[in-house]
């Protein structure tokens, strides 16, 4: 049995060497997509009484600290938040300041997704407030891990994975702490009003069922009943607030500018016309767009084709922002299922208009469900750090095999009809179709087309739809060849990065299994 | 004091570029210091590519600095042989990237130049996916978009992008500078498959038979086989009055062009939306192209948000008697593209006349005559390019007469 760094390791039904435990708990190595049965049943918190609660509803302590001494804080808990306020919250950082301040040691960080505002958890995991992160690794925590800073294993899991971690009693969450742009001291909150406003906070539903205790943090108080009331107050434990849990300019995530990048333009356009030429664009279906530039002007492409073929949505899936908004009150789509809104469109949208409806990752992506609707969409345009010549796909790690992103809801997404990644064939001299992706993220059968601006290519296994567009002018072409053009470009195939023994991070595929881990980089 | 060469950009802002410095030594070696955020994937290939780079220049000494933000090996390799050539301007050979076959494209007098992108030439990241968007020509551009200082760095760009960039069915013209230091410029770019050469602020015949002679000059010396042709660009009020001369300068002439920003500077006006002002000018451009048997092609949209103004300009410049326009951005290739695609009520016409003047010659007739009217050749030579530009734009099939054109 090969080891690393005292772990055991096997090798995966992708091929790929993953460690047979994580943080002491055993893991199941990725056995294909869809080949795990789980057993057993749902994990479930303790039964709670309202005879310990008071009976005029009002939770609400003084602040973070209390609210997290209340809620029994010790060494080693798992704490969670959720990335509703972006790149602008404010909230785990308090949460991690304020533990510092009571002195435990140990913590487990269980966020819905972190950004670069999330910079000073890197000091709490240097001084041992916290010992590992489950979740995303963006940015400087991603770099910080590949390092080898991090105590224990990161572990990586889409938001449909999270929501099973948690269900299946993976993830065992001490205290969750959701930060509300509004709330009444009860602990109904929302996203839709405050000057935090966000839209929804679907991605803390798990967290308020599952976790043995729940806190609300909000800046925008007010009295019972706060409706509409995306959490319940019944689940809740306590309120506290402070004085801004967000900055408004940050939460608005800034990837609803159009790109001007005339490559990525001419992509966008041409999986617009892909999509439209392989009959996927008919009346009643419905698409999956991200947020980034590339898939924003895709949409855009997509409405004026609609409108040019008389063609109506039954339901777009969110990330909503203005466009899909206007697809809406144009009456292009009949729903938009928002898993969370990208802007102020998006967040008013989803206030006023019945028709733009809150999702949370239990309806749109839990595998460990009696269905979710993910597979369910006809289309979805998603993006990628890598993609080689089997489909296979990368949206952790880079090339040079630093972590630098988390994958949020990608891998749920690819249960869709089509799977489209519109990429760039390289970015500067970085080839983003290679041999094989220095980590798995997504198993190449369920990734369907790769749109570049060289040419567009489909997956063999896909013969309906090679079909379905032969003989229109798409510049369809295997993907070898594609790559053998870009290499050309960049000067050869590039070096695999250097790593070193120890697994820093394992990344989930959406049943619990392990399908890749990312080892720590060489000096 | 070891002479130092520079060359390249670095920054924070910068991407598929690098820095290079060079410091020709007496004795020692190389030595190198790389940063690179492609370090881990191309560290080898960046090193090596310095090694071959300084052999070929003949230095054996140097330290050599790079700061590299992902430049691909052509960009690489100018970048190193300015900093090597700006330390030692005494050196004369040449960093040669390989040729790739792809950039082995001919060309023809009378090919369509409706768009003409324009890239400035010491800005490689444009460069690299610019055929993609099928525009009739690129343009790599020597003279206004690039800084004086900058003008070798740019040289050197230029020469490794026709030796290696896919600039795919578009025609490969570079504008070099104002004559007579646009004659220099002409070394770096003959012997590489340049098809088209503009000329710009050109005010005498004399400038471009000083061109063309140069051109011949290299031409023999380096063995170029294809033909290298002219573009001269109108850009004074003494170049419009000279404009026929300059047309009918020499047989490589293939097309006058005009700009219009340093014409109306040269009148001492602005240039409007409805242009008045250069009313006079344009029609004379298209009037000296049409005496001289070339293409009259107008001059750049530069504003890049506004299509809708593009394409009112593009036609326009139709109804003016022009067969091309410039631009500054991939978007707008295709809206030129549409405004000179022919109407159907011109198709068609157009179409008839073909098929008269086919069938006039099938049966051995002189005269080419549609019901009544008779055909003059002029007339029929224009439908023939109209029936052509259809094809090319996709406004007919290929293979229209099979469709029952002849019955029309």
């Known amino acids: 049995m090969p080891k690393a760094a005292g772990i055991e390791l096997a090798k995966n039904a992708a091929g790929r060497l993953v460690p047979l435990s994580i943080n002491g708990r055993e893991a199941v190595p990725y056995k294909g997509v869809a080949a795990h049965r789980p057993t057993g049943r749902k994990a479930a918190p303790a039964v709670a009484t309202c005879a310990d609660y008071p009976a005029d509803g009002n939770k609400v302590v003084a602040d973070v600290k209390t609210a997290l001494l209340a809620a029994g804080i010790r060494d080693g808990m798992t704490v969670s938040t959720h990335h509703h306020l972006r790149n602008g919250d404010y909230v785990a950082n308090a949460v991690f300041a304020a533990a510092a301040e009571i002195g435990v040691k ?8 972190s950004f670069a505002c999330h910079k000073p958890i890197i000091e709490h995991m240097k001084n041992g407030v916290v010992h590992h992160i489950e979740g995303s690794m963006n940015g400087p925590l991603g770099e910080f891990t590949s390092r080898g800073g991090m105590k224990g294993m990161g572990v990586l899991r889409s938001h449909g994975g999270r929501y099973q971690a948690v269900q299946d009693g993976e993830v065992h969450i001490d205290i969750a702490v959701i930060a509300a742009p509004e709330a ?29 205790k729940v806190i609300v943090v909000t800046d925008n108080l007010i009295p019972f009943p706060c409706i509409p009331w995306q959490i ?5 434990d306590i309120v506290t607030t402070m004085p801004s849990i967000g900055d408004p300019t940050k939460i608005i995530s800034g990837t609803t500018e ?18 439209r030429d392989a009959g996927i664009m008919r009346d009643g279906f419905s698409f999956q767009a991200g947020a980034g530039g590339t898939a924003l002007s895709f949409a855009i492409y997509l409405t004026e084709m609609m409108k040019e073929a008389g063609v109506k949505a039954r339901f777009v899936r969110g990330g909503s922002n203005k466009y899909l908004v206007e697809m809406l009150e144009q009456g292009l789509t009949d729903y938009i ?8 469109d998006g967040v008013r949208s989803m206030r006023d208009n019945p028709r733009h409806v809150n999702t949370s990752p239990f309806t749109s992506y839990n595998y460990h469900g009696k269905g979710n609707f993910a597979s369910m969409v006809d289309v979805v345009v998603l993006g990628a750090t890598e993609v080689d010549v089997r489909f296979n796909a990368n949206v952790v790690t880079h090339s040079d095999g630093k972590l630098l992103h988390g994958i949020g809801g990608w891998q749920n997404c690819l249960f869709s009809g089509c799977t489209i990644l519109p990429i760039p064939g390289f970015r500067d001299r970085i080839p983003v179709i290679v041999d094989e992706v220095t980590t798995l993220c997504g198993p190449g059968e369920l990734i369907d087309v790769v749109v570049t601006e060289r040419g567009i290519a489909i997956n063999p296994l896909r013969q309906d739809l090679l079909k379905a567009v032969a003989g229109t002018k798409l510049p369809i072409r295997p993907i070898e060849d594609l790559k053998r053009e870009i290499d050309d470009i960049c000067g050869g195939a590039p070096a695999k990065p ?8 394992a990344v989930k595929w959406v049943d619990g299994t392990v399908i890749d881990s990312v080892r720590q980089l060489a000096e | 004091m070891n002479p130092v060469g520079q060359a390249g950009r670095r920054g924070d802002q910068v991407r598929s570029d690098c820095w290079i410095s060079v410091e020709v030594r007496e004795s020692g070696g190389v030595a190198l210091a790389l940063r690179s955020k492609v370090a881990s994937m191309y560290g080898d290939s960046i090193r090596a590519t310095v090694e ?11 330290a050599v600095e790079v700061d590299d933000a992902g430049a691909l090996p052509f960009v690489l390799a100018a970048r190193l042989e300015t900093a090597v050539k700006r330390a030692r301007p005494d050196v004369k050979a040449e960093f040669l990237p390989e040729a790739k076959p792809w950039t082995a494209t001919a060309t023809t007098r009378d090919r369509f130049r409706r768009s003409r992108l324009y890239l400035p030439g010491n800005e490689p990241k444009f460069m690299l996916n610019a055929g993609l968007h099928h525009p009739d020509g690129v343009i790599l551009d020597l003279e206004d978009s690039v800084a004086p200082h900058e003008k070798d760095a740019a040289r050197a760009i230029v020469r490794n992008a026709l030796r290696v960039v896919d600039f795919c069915d578009s025609e490969r013209m570079v504008r070099i500078n104002q004559i007579p230091s646009g004659l220099e410029d002409l070394d770096w770019i003959v012997p590489h498959n340049v098809h088209v050469v503009l000329i710009p602020k050109c005010e005498s015949d004399d400038q471009v038979e000083a061109v063309d002679e140069r051109i011949e000059e290299i031409r023999k010396a380096r063995g170029v086989k294809s033909p290298v042709y002219l573009m001269p660009i109108i850009e004074s009020a003494l170049g419009c009055v000279k404009a026929y001369k300059i047309a009918k300068a020499s047989e490589n002439v293939v097309a006058l062009t005009i700009g219009l920003e340093d014409y109306t500077a040269d009148l001492g006006t602005q240039r409007t939306n409805e242009g008045r002002e250069s009313f006079w000018a344009r029609s004379v451009v298209v009037n000296a192209a049409r005496a001289a048997g070339v293409q009259p092609i107008d001059t750049v949209f530069s504003d890049v948000a506004d299509m809708d103004g593009l394409l009112a300009s593009v036609l326009e410049a139709k109804a003016l008697g022009f067969d091309g326009k410039g631009c500054i951005h991939p978007r707008q290739i295709d809206v030129i593209h549409r405004g000179f695609t022919p109407s159907q009520a011109e198709i068609e016409k157009a179409k008839r006349i073909v098929v008269a003047f086919e069938d006039a010659a099938k049966k051995g007739l002189s005269v080419v005559s549609l019901g009544s009217k008779m055909i003059d050749p002029p007339v029929v030579k224009r439908a023939q390019r109209t029936v052509e530009l259809a094809v090319a734009a996709g406004a007919l099939a290929a293979s229209w007469r099979e469709g029952g054109g002849s019955n029309a």
């Open chain 1, 258 to 275: 159009i790109t001007k990048s005339p490559d990525r333009l001419r992509i966008a356009e041409m999986t617009a016309q892909f999509v």
């Open chain 1, 232 to 236: 319940h107050g019944n689940h809740v």
């Open chain 1, 337 to 344: 299922l928002d898993g969370q809104t990208f802007d102020l």
């Open chain 1, 184 to 212: 009444d001291p009860f602990g109904n909150a929302n996203g839709v009003r405050g000057p935090a406003a966000c839209g929804l906070l679907g991605f803390a539903l798990a967290d308020s069922q599952y976790a043995d």
């Open chain 1, 498 to 505: 250097k790593f070193g023994e120890r697994v820093v991070a």
């Open chain 1, 106 to 113: 140990d913590l487990v960080w269980f966020p819905s997704a």
């Open chain 2, 52 to 62: 071959r780079g300084l052999a070929a220049l003949g230095v054996k000494h140097a």
